[in-house]
């Protein structure tokens, strides 16, 4: 047996041969590597954060486009890209549709006599009021100006129990601080989707809240 010399020796073989004869990395280019190794992680992080925070805006024009600015309800656009979705969803299942229309009673004369910011809390009030009173599948919308829709699966019956909710809630905000008084009319219709259109139905709603309104002013 040799004498301890104080080094340690690779192994070797029955030759006498090291079975290996790797050198050791320096300090320098396991630095390098580590360096080189969360260089690729960041890398990865920022793609990640990049493709969420596109997502994210994507996600925030599309709410832009489709939503009204006072409100948060859907806009005519909003309405154009759900309704169809809505109005297949009936067909398969053989439901009716159910569509009410609303308008905010003297909106423009508000307008007029009290300013665009007395206005824009009416309308605010009703949107709310409307945002209270609808189930999450249904389709909410502000149609411009002082008009309202709401769509869903249901029936005449249904909506006029809707209809209650919304009044409901909306005398219950008009009691609120600086609430603005808000009166609105509405009008509905329903029917089964096979060989007619959602604008047939919208068309009806929208007569009925007139005939309604007339009725009331005479």
Not at 160 to 181: F, G, I, T, Y
Request: charged share 25%; glycine share 8%.
């Amino acid at each position: 047996m040799r004498p301890f010399n104080g080094r340690v020796e690779a192994p070797t073989g029955m030759s006498g041969e090291p079975f290996f004869d790797a050198p050791q990395p320096s300090v320098s280019s396991t630095v390098t590597a580590a360096a080189a190794m969360f260089l690729g992680l960041g890398l990865a992080s920022v793609r990640i954060w990049t493709v969420n925070r596109q997502a994210d805006l994507a996600a925030l024009v599309t709410s832009l486009a489709t939503s009204d600015a006072e409100t948060g309800l859907l806009n005519r656009h909003g309405v154009a890209l759900e309704l169809p979705l809505l109005v297949a969803n009936a067909r398969r299942l053989g439901t009716p549709i159910a569509v009410t229309y609303l308008d905010i009673d003297g909106l423009k004369a508000a307008n007029d006599t009290k300013g665009h910011a007395f206005g824009d809390a009416m309308i605010r009030q009703v949107g709310g009021a409307i945002k209270e009173s609808v189930r999450a599948d249904a389709i909410a919308a502000r149609m411009g100006g002082d008009e309202f829709m709401i769509v869903s699966i249901g029936t005449v019956e249904d909506h006029a129990v809707l209809k209650e909710r919304v009044l409901d809630n909306l005398n219950r905000r008009s009691h609120e601080p600086d609430a603005a008084p808000v009166s609105i009319s509405l009008g509905s219709a329903s029917g089964f989707m096979e060989g007619r259109t959602a604008d047939e139905l919208i068309h009806l709603a929208d007569e009925d809240l007139y005939r309604r309104r007339a009725e009331a002013r005479a």
